[in-house]
């Protein structure tokens, strides 16, 4: 029977805990923090992150570390960014950890500050999430009063503000130079790379923009060093995560587990398999811009490579189920219809690629389907591949060609 | 030309505070006006928020109508969110939009004649384990039964 | 120079260039539709894929590359014909033609389209798209351009004109996904001077000139690289035309002179050539006070006849000249007055030149309150120029003879003055208030029928080439000058514009070392 192991919910898990700085302190909060103000140098923390092969937890898997190096010394100011605009479908591990532990991932937000010698943050999260903000904001409120934000923090010399900024609907803000073309007071349309946002960020400095499930393990890996963090998960794939069940399983929820663990194990023993005992149809294993995997194809490692191995990717670790009631089409349809919406529309494939797949996939819908139709949402979603500034195109395009590719049947039983 | 009232004037010059150059607090006064009006931003605004945070008018609008939070028709008093997306229209979030669009007798898009309630359909609200999700307001009702959905109605009616 | 490798073969470049600018340079086509040298990069297109096979450092892409947004660098293989990119090609001109409403047949752009070509050069030519497509109507965004967005591909090359050259923010974009927009606010016209550039920016046949609209088909055009006439600025252009009519003015390139811009008003100058109302077709006399038509050998008799009958010379002959002369008929007129007459009281009336334009942006220097094209050639050549100038009044008044090229400025006072001469003969296109006061009249070309200079407000050389044929018996001025000087007994003969602008390089020390070799297409500017 697979357990969970708790490092980043492990207050969370506690009877009793309320998410508030004096909770988080009690259960030995900001002492991270106090260890860093008072001996490391923000090369250390970075040196440190780097040994514990911390990658990255929004989606891409980036090694968070090497980021951190990559933003120059000798151009001020910096700006650390968290991107908590989780906005995919199927995901919402952020939103776990900024409603019951805020403290966890500021404390690895602050740390990250020190760091890469930023002196104002800001927290990106998206618009519709109110009350999260709000969470936010009193959390900040309280570090405030407290001397661990502000000037001179904790007696350093090191000062630090933060300011949480709210998106206003756009999925594509979770991309991390929409997201900086946002905050700066624009549409969130990707920016073209080079250059990047660790040379030309936010107001063209250097930026770095790290996700929340991601800056929340730094506190552990500064606390109980590099070698603690990897004695959790596979190599290359440390630490754990935060697994988001949803779908059909019999018991949706956040999980957390160590990186490497199989993912059937996850699905049956945590998720508790699929709910009123019917039969398992799909998997999306990280998110909408995941491919779905069938049934026999689940059962590897839950982590970053193997995954990537197995033709999907981890992604955002939002694992959702299907039952064998479920009509893929309507499936590949939801999906379409959401990277349609979101599509910034700036670049020619995504902002015309979705929208024809978008109408073909609803004439399977509506039982009008064809093969001519069937092969031309597959050629259409695998010659747009690739073609973007961005990765929405992918996202979108990926998983409609996974849709047809591995679930032609469905998509016969809507011929007209 | 509609303006805010001094006391969120000074709100604002907290939040140019916040950033280094004043076109960047555009979202935030945009946030701003949302509150002051009824969750919408009136189309005589671009002018007074292009001149505030020193952009053009098309600056404004580009913003305005790229994010899909941001209306330009009033909301109603109580605002509800249903979502259909992945994982939750495969739930049953299809099924408690329709009801809801029975019970409200408007499509999503509209506000009730009387002014109190308005319906959206909207993509993923980050709660996906609790599917199907709505939002009434700034609260998230979970696990919503189609069947259920004419109470809520009903509650909200009576609020 | 480094070099890298397109499709196999070497290519030199300069340092910080892209793959795409590069490849331009050398003369190897990338299609692109967002990428413009006056613009920032966006990238957005897609068109300009291209398959990184190895970026110098043995390892190559795993996806196609835009060739807008990366550099070259030294020893980088790029394809940009390989099955890999044709695909890429093949699926972005697809993806364009989705929504597109492909109304060629009644489309401006057609012929010039870069959709069109592409589609042609780089698509399969047919799509499979058989939804309904997005429509918007006619937007009567501008004085001087429509919109149809049906036709709009997103390039937003429109909005980056507005915001990084124009300035004004015109043009925006709204919306997103693929009800992306690119349009003006609401019902906002843009009535600044350069919407023209707009049109030209805009690769396909969204934005397109009031003025050409539904005029001619783009193919129709024969384009004569020229110069505008309509200021001292002197844009390069292209004169369209077609069947002998000028259809059109287009900018041409030129980064020293008007990068790749015009005004809508030298656009307009275009009107006055096509001009059948004013134009002056046939040769005419005054013969009992009215203008009658005569034949060119027997009138330029009369004249020499007239002449020597006044027995006019030194003081007793003027000349007064229009700045858009060119270089070489002004020169000539001066040697005409000097070898017949002795008399150096040559004038080109001229309003005194305000200050230039200043403004932090390029545009705003264009247009000059000065609109002549010549006038610094005028002033290089020793026309006296400045008008209300006491001593042309006084020149004039002493006149037997006055000799009028084309239809100069003049006040009332000059005109007055003017009239009091025995003999005033005007070589002209068009009718003027010189009309009434001439006793001879010499149908001329104008601009775009001849060959000839003009000097620019940066005293650049620049030529002027014949794009149709002059109306009736209208004759150039290079001719036409040294036939009066042979009637009036000076050795001459017609030369073409090349060899007379040889001669004045020779005879004006100003103008040393320019011919019409040097001045070419981009011009030439003097000392």
């Not at chain 1, 969370?12 to 700085?21: P, Q």
């Not at chain 1, 020619?348 to 064809?370: H, K």
């Not at chain 3, 969204?206 to 384009?223: C, D, P, Q, S, V």
């Not at chain 3, 005109?415 to 001879?440: I, P």
Request: net charge neutral.
């Amino acid at each position: 029977m697979l357990k969970e192991t708790l490092l980043l919910a492990k207050n969370i898990r506690t009877d009793g805990y309320d998410g508030s700085l004096e909770a988080y302190r009690r259960a030995g909060g900001y002492t991270a923090l106090e260890k860093v103000m008072k001996s490391m140098t923000p090369d250390q923390v970075i040196e440190v992150v780097k040994a514990s092969g911390l990658r990255g937890r929004g989606g891409a898997g980036f090694p968070t570390g090497m980021k951190w190096g990559f933003i120059p010394k000798d151009r001020k100011p910096t700006y650390m960014v968290c991107n908590a605009d989780e906005a995919e479908p199927g995901t919402f591990k952020d939103h776990f950890l900024i409603n019951n532990d805020p403290h966890l991932f500021l404390e690895g937000m602050i740390l990250g500050s020190y760091a890469i010698g930023c002196n104002h943050g800001y927290i990106y999260i998206r618009g519709r999430s109110v009350r999260p903000a709000q969470r936010i904001n009193e959390a900040i409120e309280y570090l405030y009063k407290a001397g661990l934000l502000g000037k001179n923090i904790l007696g350093s010399g090191f000062s630090l503000d933060l300011t949480v900024h709210r998106g206003a609907g756009a999925y594509i803000c979770g991309e991390e130079t929409a997201l900086l073309e946002s905050l700066e007071g624009k549409r969130g349309q990707p920016r073209v790379k080079p250059p990047f946002p660790a040379t030309h960020g936010y107001n063209a400095c250097p930026t770095s923009v790290n996700n929340v499930e991601t800056l929340a393990c730094v506190p552990f890996i500064v606390k109980e060093g590099a070698e603690a963090f990897k004695k959790i998960g596979t190599p290359n794939n440390y630490g754990t995560r935060l697994v988001g069940i949803s779908g059909h399983a019999a018991k949706p929820g956040i999980y957390e587990v160590a990186m490497g663990v199989s993912m059937k194990q996850i699905i049956n023993d945590l998720g508790g398999g699929v709910r009123g005992g019917k039969k398992l149809k799909a998997v999306i294993p990280g998110g909408s811009s995941s491919n779905v995997l069938r049934p026999e194809e689940i059962d590897i490692p839950f982590d970053f490579d193997s995954v990537a191995k197995a033709g999907s990717m981890l992604g955002t670790a939002a694992l959702m189920l299907f039952d064998e009631d479920t009509d893929i089409v309507e499936l590949a349809y939801r999906t379409i219809l959401f990277y349609n919406h979101e599509s910034c529309g700036q670049c020619t494939p995504c902002r015309e690629g979705t929208f024809w797949l978008r109408n073909l996939v609803r004439d399977f819908r509506e039982n009008l389907g064809d093969s001519q139709k069937l092969e031309r949402i597959g050629r259409v979603s695998q010659q747009m591949f690739g073609t973007s500034l961005c990765a929405l195109n992918d996202a979108a395009a990926g998983p409609i060609k996974a849709f047809v590719t591995k679930y032609p049947e469905e998509f016969k039983k809507h011929f007209i | 030309m509609p303006g805010f009232s001094s006391a969120v004037m000074k709100e604002v010059e907290g939040i140019f505070q916040r950033y280094p150059r004043k076109e960047h607090a555009l979202l935030p006064l945009i946030h701003l006006v949302l509150r002051e009006n009824k969750g919408c931003v009136p189309e005589e605004w671009d002018q007074v928020l292009a001149d505030m945070v020193g952009v053009s008018l098309n600056h404004v609008r580009g913003v305005i109508t790229f994010y899909d939070m941001l209306q330009r028709e009033p909301r109603g008093k109580h605002h509800i969110r249903v979502c259909t997306s992945i994982p939750c229209g495969l739930c049953g979030g299809d099924k408690v939009l329709e009801r809801m669009e029975d019970a409200l007798g408007i499509h999503a898009g509209q506000t009730t004649p009387d002014g109190m309630i308005s319906l959206e359909e909207v993509q993923c609200i980050a709660a996906c384990d609790k599917a199907p999700l709505i939002q009434v307001d700034d609260h998230f009702a979970q696990q919503v039964d189609p069947d259920r959905v004419e109470e809520v109605v009903a509650a909200m009616r009576r609020k | 120079m480094p070099t890298f490798y397109l499709d196999d073969k070497p290519v030199e470049f300069q340092e910080g260039q892209t793959i795409l600018q590069a490849a331009m340079a050398a003369g190897t086509e990338i299609p692109h539709y967002c990428y413009h040298d006056a613009l920032s990069v966006v990238a957005t297109c897609r068109q300009c894929l291209v398959d990184i096979t190895d970026l110098g450092n043995g390892k190559g892409l795993p996806k196609l590359a835009t060739s807008c947004s990366t550099q070259a660098a030294a020893g980088m293989k790029v394809s940009s014909t390989n099955q890999k990119v044709r695909d890429g090609q093949n699926i972005i001109n697809e993806l364009l033609l989705v929504n597109h409403p492909l109304d060629c047949p009644i489309c401006d752009q057609s012929g010039e389209c870069d959709l069109q070509n592409y589609a042609f050069r780089y698509g399969t030519g047919h799509s499979e798209m058989a939804y309904e497509k997005r429509t918007y109507g006619w937007r009567d965004v501008g004085t001087f351009i429509m919109l149809e967005r049906n036709r709009c591909i997103h390039c937003s090359r429109c909005e980056r004109f507005s915001m990084e050259i124009e300035g004004h923010h015109d043009f925006g974009h709204f919306l997103r996904t693929h009800e992306l927009t690119f349009d003006t606010y609401k019902d906002h016209q843009i009535t600044h001077k350069f919407q023209g550039n707009l049109a030209d920016l805009c690769p396909v046949g969204a934005i397109t000139e009031r003025e050409f609209r539904f005029k001619k088909r783009a193919w129709k055009l024969e384009r004569t690289p020229s110069v505008c006439p309509g200021c001292s600025t002197g844009c390069n252009i292209t004169v369209d035309h077609n069947d002998g009519k000028v259809e059109r003015l287009k900018p041409r390139e030129n980064k020293d002179v008007n990068q790749w811009w015009m005004c809508d008003e030298g656009r307009l100058t275009y009107r006055k050539a096509n001009d059948k109302t004013l134009r002056l077709t046939e040769p005419l006399a005054r013969v009992k006070g009215a203008l009658v038509p005569a034949a060119w050998n027997a009138l330029l008799e009369a004249v020499a006849g007239k002449v020597k009958d006044l027995s006019a010379s030194g003081d007793q002959v003027v000349a007064v000249a229009d700045l858009d002369s060119t270089l070489e008929e002004l020169f000539l007129l001066k040697n005409l007055l000097a070898g017949a007459f002795g008399s150096g009281q040559f004038f080109a009336p001229h309003a005194p030149e305000s200050a230039a334009p200043a403004g932090a942006r390029f545009l705003e220097t264009l247009i000059t309150p000065d609109k002549t094209p010549n006038a610094q050639g005028a002033k290089l050549l020793g026309f006296q120029s400045e008008a209300g100038n006491k001593g042309m009044e006084k020149a004039l008044g002493k006149a037997k003879v006055v000799f009028v090229l084309g239809a100069p400025e003049a006040s009332p006072a000059l005109l007055n003055a003017a009239r009091k001469a025995e003999l005033v003969v005007q070589v002209a296109a068009y009718r003027s208030e010189w009309f009434d006061m001439a006793d001879v009249i010499l149908p001329a070309l104008t601009w775009t029928e001849k060959y000839g200079t003009w000097a620019n407000k940066q005293r650049r050389v620049q030529a002027l080439r014949q794009a149709v044929n002059g109306p009736g018996e209208a004759r150039d001025p290079l001719r036409i000058l040294p036939d009066l000087m042979r009637a009036l007994g000076q050795e001459a003969s017609f030369a073409p514009a090349p060899d007379v602008l040889d001669r004045l390089a020779k005879g004006e020390k100003k103008f040393a070392g320019v011919s019409w070799k040097v001045v070419g297409q981009q011009g030439f500017t003097l000392a």
